[in-house]
């Protein structure tokens, strides 16, 4: 049976709807006909809203029922759910059609958090399980890695930035949860350990600490809070190497194949989310054998434990060498 039209659910976050991008982009080119629609919320709209293999992006701002009689109306033949929640739950009830969704993987990760030794974690990738669930509409995984699609006005001209260089590091001091963010300390060490220029990125949110590593490096681009996330992923788009611990901007270097430095403190790459389809010169920093981590599959206003090793204990001495 030709399918007419099939509905993606993401809600959040940069990076998880990053992830999705792959499952988008062949859902397009081989169900030839069928208009590919796409569910998120409108904080997030910039990330998509520029892919041309969406036929139509539906948002809403603080509930999924906002856009409830909006998709029932499309009449979908399908759903894919690679959010997998009570709320992507809620509407596919409420749209009463097909859907198939992945596996979050929960159970495997509670083991690996509460139960430091016992390793039942899959070694695959969440784009991969991601694809396990369109397959059986027949849509299968290019290996063409992700997509990230920006218009011209959002275009940064680096050189108006860094004009004495046509190399510099992209350094990224945000992140969701404090204990996936490098710390202050660290980018100290970071940035006294490279001599191409850098570029800070992050949020708002992140300026302070920003502005404290400029205090100590004039010499740094500080645009934390400067730029739109799809400006940020202009200059990440134009570096030489990208320094970043697990955020929504990794992803996103990832689908500009970008040399990557993937920096993890409470987290792992092994529950699923590393950088996809990596360059052979990308590198993952990271302290294994602590009889903490993975403290939790998200992260903490804190340290639980107080000491952050995860994340002070990395040596950043190597990128003297970083060219």
């Known amino acids: 049976m030709k399918l007419k039209k099939i509905l993606i659910i993401r809600f959040s976050s940069i990076g998880d709807i990053v992830l999705t991008t792959p499952v988008i982009r062949c859902a397009k080119a ?3 006909g069928t ?3 796409y569910v998120t919320k409108e904080a997030f ?3 998509l809203e520029h892919n041309p293999n969406i036929d139509k992006l539906h948002t809403f701002k603080e509930d999924v029922s906002e856009v409830y009689d909006q998709l029932k109306a499309e009449n979908f033949d ?3 759910d690679l959010h997998k929640n009570l709320r992507s739950l809620r509407l596919k009830q409420k749209l009463g059609i097909k859907s198939y969704s992945f596996n979050k993987i929960n159970l495997q990760k509670f083991v690996a958090v509460n139960f430091k030794q016992i390793n039942k974690l899959p070694d695959r990738h969440i784009v991969e399980r991601y ?3 369109i397959a059986p509409i027949g849509v299968t995984n290019d290996g063409k890695g992700l997509d990230h699609f920006i218009n011209n006005n959002d275009k940064v001209d680096v050189t108006k930035l860094i004009p004495s260089s046509s190399k510099f590091v992209a350094l990224v001091a945000g992140g969701s949860y404090f204990t996936k963010k490098i710390p202050l300390n660290k980018l100290v060490e970071i940035c006294n350990s490279l001599s191409l220029p850098i570029i800070v990125l992050g ?3 992140d300026k302070t600490i920003a502005d404290e590593l400029q205090k100590q490096f004039p010499q740094i ?8 996330i799809n400006q940020s992923a202009s200059i990440i788009e134009q570096a030489e190497w990208v320094i970043t611990s697990d955020t929504g901007l990794m992803h996103i270097a990832s689908a500009y194949d970008k040399k990557i430095i993937s920096v993890w403190g409470n987290t792992i790459p092994e529950f699923g989310m590393g950088s996809y389809m990596p360059q052979a010169e990308n590198k993952i920093l990271e302290i294994k054998g602590l009889s903490c981590r993975p403290c939790s599959k998200l992260g903490y206003k804190r340290c639980p434990k107080g000491h952050f090793k995860c994340m002070n204990d990395i040596n950043y001495s190597f990128l003297k060498d970083l060219k």
């Open 131 to 133: 694809f396990d669930a």
């Open 45 to 47: 709209k910039s990330i």
């Open 78 to 80: 399908v759903v894919i």
């Open 203 to 205: 949020g708002k949110e």
């Open 221 to 228: 681009i500080n645009a934390c809070g400067q730029y739109s």
């Open 35 to 37: 208009e590919i629609h």
């Open 30 to 32: 081989q169900l030839k």
